[in-house]
């Protein structure tokens, strides 16, 4: 069964500042794709950026970028310029190609101060 | 476009009742997918419906939980006879296909 990580229960950054989440996922799958959804205290899912396994290029959001290493099974997501709204729950998430199934991980939460 | 809308925000339940949940997904999505999010953890895949048809319910519980998604109006999440471990945030998400694009949310709260 496919798995998703994140080591860090909380994190935090300064205003301004980049700040990088951890997530990593174990998968025997060739296609797949990830994703980092952010929660704010709305409770509202909210995607911020999607990767599909078979592209080598790191996907990029505006402040928002990951790094894709697929040997190491890693998709960390780095935030720069930190602003005050990027404050929520961040999850991990992978979905086999194929199947409509997201499975996530535990979260991140994400503190920025002013 | 109204996106996904799921109700009620909040619902509260005794031990033994029912809970209905319902959710309309966004303009010309056919597929509804059902998630759990118990405290402190991520969320957990339920089960995917299209029209009438249950697709994938293998996270669903063998017994207590239903879901329809019926021809004409929301898809529905039912729980029988809740008990204290039911309690947790219910997302629907809706799709074409294309990507899950998620509503707000039920808390549900059994006291």
């Known amino acids: 069964a496919q798995t998703v990580t994140q080591s860090q229960p909380e994190m935090s950054v300064q205003e301004a500042e980049t700040v990088t989440l951890s997530c990593t996922y174990d998968?025997?799958?060739?296609?797949?794709?990830l994703f980092w959804y952010k929660q704010p205290p709305s409770r509202q899912m909210i995607l911020v950026i999607r990767?599909?396994?078979?592209?080598?290029q790191n996907a990029t959001e505006n402040r928002f970028s990951v790094n894709f290493q697929k040997a190491a099974k890693s998709f960390s997501l780095k935030i720069s310029d930190s602003q005050l709204g990027d404050a929520a729950m961040y999850f991990c998430?992978?979905?086999?190609?194929?199947?409509?199934?997201?499975?996530f991980g535990k979260g991140t939460k994400l503190t920025v101060n002013p | 476009n109204a996106g996904v809308m799921q109700n009620p925000r909040h619902l509260v339940r005794r031990r033994g009742q029912e809970a209905r949940l319902r959710c309309s997904p966004m303009?010309?999505?056919?597929?509804v997918y059902w998630y759990r999010q118990l405290p402190e953890e991520g969320l957990k895949f339920m089960v995917y419906?299209?029209?009438?048809?249950?697709?994938?319910e293998s996270g669903m519980p063998k017994e207590r939980f239903s879901a329809e998604f019926p021809k004409e109006g929301p898809s529905i999440l039912r729980i029988q006879q809740v008990v204290r471990g039911d309690s947790a945030a219910y997302f629907c998400?809706?799709?074409?296909?294309?990507?899950?694009?998620f509503g707000s949310g039920t808390r549900l709260t059994v006291v």
């Open positions: 998430a992978y979905r086999r190609g194929g199947s409509e199934k997201l499975v």
């Open positions: 303009k010309g999505h056919s597929h």
């Open positions: 998400a809706s799709s074409d296909g294309q990507g899950q694009t």
């Open positions: 998968t025997s799958e060739s296609d797949y794709y």
């Open positions: 419906l299209q029209k009438e048809n249950i697709i994938d």
């Open positions: 990767q599909e396994a078979y592209k080598q």
